[in-house]
């Protein structure tokens, strides 16, 4: 089998960017973990860290990436416009760079294609959607603090109508959705592929309990190839051709998550995973003011 190198591995973006592989997670990376694990997994070789003002922790992933020594050049670094500012987005932008101590962004995401109101978060704005949010934020291209621009948890009839909006006039770069072997949206896979938009999968352990780790299919191939449920899933999504983000604040498990070089899954071990039947979301809509899935992901 040839020798693989994915932690050196990049996906090109319709910007010319190239978007390292394997990014850190963050969500839920609790205040005294956090900086922890971003400067063990930049120690470790990663080179893309994955955050959002939503999470409350960017001001200790900043401390994380200057406490690792790495050069901020050499780090991708992702952050998330909020839900209850999608009116205000260049305050959030500023809010979030300050937060996390450098002048610009490698990529900015919309987090939700959900404008909620600052004072009930039960509520949507009645004269305001993600598609007047994508305006605004393709606007803040022009302070050049922002590199790449893209969404997230945007599905085809979303993205459909966003892109045949007029006011659209950069695509996203990327769309960053949920995506493991429980959720693995081939139908919007395809369709972004189609429009140039490069998918980049969270929750690619299936989040906190995952029950992915009993799944005997994926145990199996783990048992064969003598690697975990985890890794075995990472290189999964990575054959798939999206960039993975798992999150840990275990300085072994940053470790392991990382070892992707020098082996890999055949074309047939794939399929085997991709024929699983079990579906499951870690992330719905029933918390959000509107309906943001509507089912037609695969
Ligand atoms: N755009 C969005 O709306 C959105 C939504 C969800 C997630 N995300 C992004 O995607 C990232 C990943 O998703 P996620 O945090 O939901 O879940 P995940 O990465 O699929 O799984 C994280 C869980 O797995 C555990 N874990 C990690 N590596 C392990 C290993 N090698 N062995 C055993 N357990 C392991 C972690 O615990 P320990 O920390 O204790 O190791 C944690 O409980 C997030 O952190 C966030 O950056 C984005």
């Not at 950069?170 to 395809?190: D, M, T």
């Not at 995952?210 to 890794?231: F, G, M």
Request: proline content about 6%; charged content about 25%; some cysteine.
């Amino acid at each position: 089998m040839a020798e693989t190198k994915n932690t050196s591995k990049a996906f090109k973006l319709n910007t010319g960017a190239a978007i390292p592989a394997i990014g850190l997670g963050t969500w839920q990376s609790q205040p005294g973990e956090v900086g922890k694990a971003v400067e063990a997994a930049l120690r470790a070789g990663y080179r893309h860290i994955d955050t959002a003002f939503a999470y409350g922790n960017e001001k200790e992933v900043g401390e994380g990436i200057r406490a690792s020594g790495v050069p901020r050049e050499d780090i991708w670094l992702t952050t998330k416009l909020d839900n209850p500012w999608h009116k205000r987005a260049p305050e959030a932008l500023r809010r979030s760079l300050e937060n996390l101590g450098t002048d610009y962004l490698d990529l900015y995401l919309m987090h939700w294609p959900s404008s909620t109101t600052p004072e009930d978060l039960k509520k949507h704005y009645p004269d305001w959607d993600f598609v007047d949010t994508w305006r605004e934020m393709q606007k803040l291209m022009d302070t050049g603090k922002i590199r790449n621009l893209g969404v997230s948890n945007f599905g085809i009839k979303n993205l459909e109508r966003l892109l045949n909006e007029p006011s659209c006039k950069i695509v996203p770069a990327v769309n960053q959705i949920e995506l493991h072997p429980g959720n693995p949206s081939p139908k919007l896979i395809a369709y972004c592929a189609e429009k140039g938009i490069h998918c980049s999968g969270y929750s690619p352990l299936g989040s906190s309990d995952s029950p992915l780790y009993k799944n005997e299919t994926i145990a199996s191939i783990a048992k064969a190839k003598d690697r975990s449920v985890q890794q075995v899933m990472l290189m999964w999504g990575l054959k798939k051709g999206w960039s993975v983000l798992p999150k840990s604040v275990n300085p072994d498990r940053v470790k392991a998550n990382f070892n992707m070089d020098g082996w890999d899954l055949t074309d047939e071990e794939v399929a085997k995973i991709d024929s699983i039947p079990e579906r499951f979301k870690v992330c719905g809509d029933a918390w959000l003011p509107v309906k943001v899935f509507f089912g037609d992901d695969e």
